[in-house]
T-cell receptor
Framework: DAKTTQPPSMDCAEGRAANLPCNHS???????VYWYRQIHSQGPQYIIH???NNETNEMASLIITEDRKSSTLILPHATLRDTAVYYC??????????FGTGTRLQVTL | GAVVSQHPSWVICKSGTSVKIECRSL??????MFWYRQFPKQSLMLMAT?????????EQGVEKDKFLINHASLTLSTLTVTSAHPEDSSFYIC???????????????FGDGTRLSIL
C-alpha cells in the first residue's frame, strides 16, 4: 500500500473551512484514498473515500489531484466537534487499512 | 446506517483471566471484520483479519493462541484475550466491512472500542 504524508497538526477557526492535505506520491492505479477521523477515546469514524474523481458527502469533500499524488479533505464549516485526528489512508481493493500518525485538527472559537 | 457495536466499553480484570470482546454489525452484514489495538499516544495497529466462517489471519508479531478470534456469523465477531497480563492493557477496536457493491471499495466501519485494563 502507498505511504501517505500528512502535517502533524493544524488549527482552524470555528465556522471556517478546514482543508487537510495528504501526499501519496506512490499511489498505484487501483488504490483508493480513504479518510477517517478519531475523536479522543473513540473508534475511528469513516468520512469519505475516492479513486480519482472528487467526491462529496454530508460530512466532507475530497479533492484528488489529476495525477492522484495528493488529495485534500475539506470540512466546509468546521465546528468544535470536528476536533480530532484525521487519517488519510491509501489502500488497494479489499485491503487492510494501515493507520499512520494523521493530522491533529484543533478547531478553535 | 453502517453501525458497529462493541461490547463491553470498559473491562478491568485480574492478571491471568481471559476476557471476551464482542463486535457486532447492527444494520449490515459484514463479510470481513478486523481487530485493532491502540496504545496511548499511538496509532491503531491491525492485529488480525477475520472472514465469516474461516480462520482469522493474524499480523506478524500477534500471537494467535493468545488472541482468539471467532467470526461465527455475518454480524458477530469475538476477540478473546486469553490469560491476560498487564502488558495486554490497551484500547481494542473492531471494524467491519459490508457486502455492498462493489465490495472492492466498501469502507470499514469501526466500533467505539474496548478499554482493557489488567491489574
Amino acid at each position: 500500500d502507498a505511504k501517505t504524508t500528512q502535517p502533524p497538526s493544524m488549527d482552524c477557526a470555528e465556522g471556517r473551512a478546514a482543508n487537510l492535505p495528504c501526499n501519496h506520491s506512490t499511489i498505484s492505479g487501483n488504490e483508493y484514498v480513504y479518510w477517517y477521523r478519531q475523536i479522543h477515546s473513540q473508534g475511528p469514524q469513516y468520512i469519505i473515500h475516492g479513486l480519482k474523481n472528487n467526491e462529496t458527502n454530508e460530512m466532507a469533500s475530497l479533492i484528488i489531484t489529476e495525477d492522484r499524488k495528493s488529495s485534500t479533505l475539506i470540512l466546509p464549516h468546521a465546528t468544535l466537534r470536528d476536533t480530532a485526528v484525521y487519517y488519510c489512508i491509501v489502500t488497494g481493493t479489499a485491503s487492510k487499512l494501515t493507520f499512520g500518525t494523521g493530522t491533529r485538527l484543533q478547531v478553535t472559537l | 446506517g453502517a453501525v458497529v457495536s462493541q461490547h463491553p466499553s470498559w473491562v478491568i480484570c485480574k492478571s491471568g483471566t481471559s476476557v471476551k470482546i464482542e463486535c457486532r454489525s447492527l444494520d449490515f452484514q459484514a463479510t470481513t471484520m478486523f481487530w485493532y489495538r491502540q496504545f496511548p499516544k499511538q496509532s491503531l495497529m491491525l492485529m488480525a483479519t477475520s472472514n465469516e466462517g474461516s480462520k482469522a489471519t493474524y499480523e506478524q508479531g500477534v500471537e494467535k493462541d493468545k488472541f482468539l478470534i471467532n467470526h461465527a456469523s455475518l454480524t458477530l465477531s469475538t476477540l478473546t484475550v486469553t490469560s491476560a497480563h498487564p502488558e495486554d492493557s490497551s484500547f481494542y477496536i473492531c471494524s467491519a466491512r459490508g457486502r455492498g457493491v462493489p465490495y472492492s471499495n466498501q469502507p470499514q466501519h469501526f466500533g467505539d472500542g474496548t478499554r482493557l485494563s489488567i491489574l
